[in-house]
């Protein structure tokens, strides 16, 4: 995105193209707000209806247009949110308005979703899609040669829709890929599928889930092809708890003590409705959690489980918490506990701050214990840039997101939680690559500044070339020449970071440049080895010996990540037919930076039986940038 708050951009961005393809809007500041007066929502559980698809969980998601107060000094804005019938009483379904309710399961309990699409057919933020639409050189995936533009969306299409469970271990019919979208009046993208096509009607699909992970929180969001950071940005996001009846034997703080944080940036003009600036500048102005700004929670002086996912559009945050007055403490923050990450438990961890890039997820252990009655504890953001590490004035600062104010007396005589260092979580044992292990390059590539990314200079709709043996484990390379972090989430499976190391950046996208223009022979592709500029570093200690599903990959670096086993689940879910996966079985990868995946950084890969290359003949080893 051309951020054209920055000086000079705008005359840039006039030189570039036709001024009348691009949105020009003024760009917006949400007007001041008293802070810390609106308390916390915290999103209601959908209940699920056992019967209708026996041995699972079924819900009937609605999407719908609704209005949302996002703070009191604010009139109510319209938005987008999902809707959860609910089995016992159908006049009232479950939810906000904005965001979702949150889906709560048992680990191994399959789920059941038919999603309905109810939203109007014109978008919230038309503007973008009549941008995207007249070719905006700003919006308009356009990729290297030799390839040509396609516009993500048909012509007659201005919403649509389709919901991804997040970090799922999910068929890929169920998966929610932006090619599966489906509109409120009824048209398809190429790849919609619904499982059990005789109970839906042309806005709907039903999907199944698995739910064959450890105890952890996903999220569930919108996938849209073209639309998903507009959509999700309207409100179309919501948790997803999967839980383990062994928990309960943990001592972790339960019920009202367990608390989900869902923290956005958003930004709103003066009479409460939401602005999208993002064609303007790189992230949004106010802070929003659960869907309030600046929200406070009252808390006893105890041990509190906060589960916090990033679902921020763009937005790095760099979290601590600190206390009012400064000197309830010797220190001025309050330490915490990290006690697991995307894919559940890890070993606990005290921290004073850590990095969380949009779509991770930190599970949070903090003892307002610790500070005297009447203290107010301060969630805070500091030194880190909207796109980390960024470059600084290319999007609005947030210093301070929420309040929880030290105030209710403690219940039940005293707090009897495990202290976190004496918590007996389960372990998250180190993956080794194996000898002779595969090794596969994704090459984050920008044809021109403030242009589209792509993964190896390839458009997201080019045919899959990644054939990856069902079964195997590999090693996966994000070599990323940028100068700005991105968040890499991987469909289907979890992994580890490796580690990271050092490249000559500038050399190394001037030779790949070289490549592109010279035809893209394998032969003559970069070796990356001939680029290091040191040694490799070691995970970052919170993604260390944890369960991931996006991760950052650092400017002028390759991270590396290892995938121990790429298997799909093939068994029929809850005894619908076609549920299970089918070989080959094409999945995505992508930058969670919303505005980066529409902008087509985002590439299928495809998972074949042992010894099919995916061509529909036998043989050995992939394609792309597999060596």
Not at 179 to 201: C, E, N, W
Not at 458 to 478: K, M, N, R
Not at 566 to 587: Q, R
């Amino acid at each position: 995105m051309l951020p054209r708050d920055v000086p000079g951009a705008r005359a840039n961005a006039s030189r570039a193209h036709e001024a009348a393809l691009c949105p020009d809007i003024p760009l917006t500041h949400t007007p001041r707000l008293t802070r810390y007066v609106d308390p916390l929502p915290v999103p209601l559980t959908a209940v699920p209806d056992p019967s209708a698809y026996p041995g699972a969980d079924y819900y009937e998601i609605t999407m719908r247009q609704s209005s949302w107060s996002f703070h009191r000094d604010l009139r109510p804005a319209t938005v987008w949110g999902y809707w959860a019938n609910n089995p016992h009483d159908p006049h009232r379904p479950t939810g906000m308005g904005y965001l979702g309710p949150t889906i709560g399961v048992t680990t191994d309990q399959p789920t059941v979703v038919k999603y309905r699409n109810e939203l109007p057919t014109t978008h919230l933020f038309q503007f973008v899609i009549d941008a995207i639409r007249s070719g905006c050189s700003e919006l308009t995936p356009t990729p290297p040669p030799p390839y040509k533009a396609t516009l993500p969306f048909p012509p007659n299409v201005n919403v649509w829709n389709v919901v991804h469970q997040h970090g799922g271990f999910t068929a890929p019919q169920s998966d929610g890929m932006p090619m599966q979208s489906f509109s409120s009046d009824g048209i398809h993208a190429a790849d919609y599928t619904t499982l059990d096509p005789g109970r839906v009607k042309p806005n709907e699909a039903i999907s199944a889930y698995t739910n064959h992970d450890r105890s952890c929180m996903l999220w569930y969001h919108d996938h849209g092809m073209g639309m998903t950071s507009l959509n999700v940005y309207a409100g179309l996001a919501g948790l997803w708890l999967i839980r383990d009846p062994a928990d309960e034997r943990l001592g972790l703080p339960r019920g009202e003590f367990e608390v989900p944080l869902i923290l956005q940036d958003r930004t709103f003009h003066a009479d409460g409705s939401l602005a999208y600036t993002m064609t303007l500048r790189e992230g949004e102005d106010t802070p929003v959690v659960n869907g309030k700004a600046y929200p406070y929670l009252a808390v006893e002086p105890r041990r509190y489980r906060l589960r916090l996912l990033n679902a921020s559009n763009e937005r790095f945050w760099r979290l601590r918490f600190e206390t009012d007055p400064k000197d309830a403490l010797p220190q001025a923050t309050l330490p915490f506990w990290l006690i697991g990450t995307d894919g559940g438990f890890r070993a606990p961890l005290q921290m004073l701050n850590f990095l969380i890039s949009p779509a991770e997820r930190y599970d949070l252990i903090v003892d307002f214990g610790q500070v005297p009655p009447g203290t107010n504890v301060r969630l805070t953001n500091y030194h880190a840039p909207v796109h980390y590490p960024g470059m600084p004035g290319l999007g609005p600062v947030i210093r301070e997101i929420m309040e929880f104010q030290v105030t209710k007396p403690l219940s039940g005589g005293a707090d009897r939680t495990r202290p976190p260092k004496e918590l007996r979580l389960p372990k998250v044992p180190l993956v080794s690559p194996k000898p002779r292990t595969r090794r596969r390059q994704w090459v984050t590539y920008q044809h021109k500044l403030f242009r589209t990314m792509t993964f190896n200079a390839l458009p997201f709709e080019a045919p899959s070339e990644d054939f990856i043996t069902e079964g195997s484990s590999e090693i996966w390379e994000y070599i990323n020449p940028n100068h700005d972090a991105h968040p890499m989430h991987v469909h289907l499976v979890n992994f580890q970071v490796l580690n990271r190391q050092p490249i000559d950046a500038v050399a190394y996208q001037a030779d790949y440049e070289k490549w592109i223009d010279g035809g893209r022979r394998p032969e003559d592709l970069p070796v990356l080895e001939d680029y290091f500029t040191g040694p490799p570093i070691p995970p970052d200690p919170d993604e260390a010996r944890s369960r991931k599903d996006t991760f950052k990959s650092y400017p002028e670096t390759v991270t590396r990540i290892l995938i121990d086993e790429f298997t799909p689940p093939t068994a029929t879910i809850a005894s619908i037919p076609g549920s299970g996966a089918e070989l080959p079985a094409t999945y995505i990868h992508h930058c969670h930076i919303l505005e980066h995946e529409d902008d087509d950084l985002m590439r299928p890969w495809t998972i074949v039986r042992e010894g099919h290359d995916g061509h529909g003949h036998d043989g050995h080893g992939g394609h792309g940038h597999g060596h």
